[in-house]
T-cell receptor
């Protein structure tokens, strides 16, 4: 399973754009990149996934360079409610139609008023 | 609301006791998972079930057993609880194809073993 490395913590002021970069040097050809958000005392929540280039949804954007060895989650104009832990994961196909996700420690984002 | 339901939400066990954590999903998902999360840590996969009738070990399976009762339900059993199993347990499910990566998690079971 591909290992991911991301910053342990980040601080940002309200209204700013936040970029969290994750490295996954040993990502395999069939692997996908996905990001989750977790608030205290809750289960993780899926944010976005991608294979290469750029993906955007109503919550965030995901930038993946051509070599796919890293990815950047971009959160536009963060608010206090975006304070959470953000996990970068590589989804590895494990057969039988299933992908395995391995969670690291994530990046604790603190949004400051 | 549609989603993943876990019971109980809280549980205190004495060392050596047994219990079963229940999980049910109503999204017609094929795959289901059990994770544990220790304080300040990420989630670690205990067991997963890629489809009804199959189960496989994850990263930390020792001390646990699972049953995929049907497509909706996936239970986790602690046969003889130990203090090291004090943790928050999350159940999750996912669909097919590109939706495989969009896991839906339950709200968790906080287990304390004394």
């Amino acid at each position: 399973l591909a290992k991911t490395t991301q910053p342990i913590s980040m601080d940002s002021y309200e209204g700013q754009e936040v970029n969290i970069t994750c490295s996954h040097n040993n990502i395999a050809t069939n692997d996908y990149i996905t990001w989750y958000q977790q608030f205290p005392s809750q289960g993780p929540r899926f944010i976005i996934q991608g294979y290469k280039t750029k993906v955007t949804n109503e919550v965030a954007s995901l930038f993946i360079p051509a070599d796919r060895k890293s990815s950047t989650l971009s959160l536009p104009r963060v608010s206090l409610s975006d304070t959470a832990v953000y996990y970068c994961l590589v989804g590895t196909y494990s057969g039988a139609g299933s992908y395995q996700l391995t969670f690291g420690k994530g990046t604790k984002l603190s949004v400051i008023p | 609301n549609a989603g993943v339901t876990q019971t109980p939400k809280f549980q205190v066990l004495k060392t050596g006791q047994s219990m079963t954590l229940q999980c049910a999903q109503d999204m017609n998902h094929n795959s289901m998972y059990w994770y544990r999360q220790d304080p300040g840590m990420g989630l670690r996969l205990i067991y997963y079930s890629a489809s009804e009738g199959t189960t496989d070990k994850g990263e930390v399976p020792n001390g646990y057993n699972v049953s995929r009762l049907n497509k909706r339900e996936f239970s986790l059993r602690l046969e003889s609880a130990a203090p090291s199993q004090t943790s928050v347990y999350f159940c999750a499910s996912s669909g097919r194809g590109r939706f495989q990566l969009g896991y839906t998690f339950g709200s968790g079971t906080r287990l304390t073993v004394v």
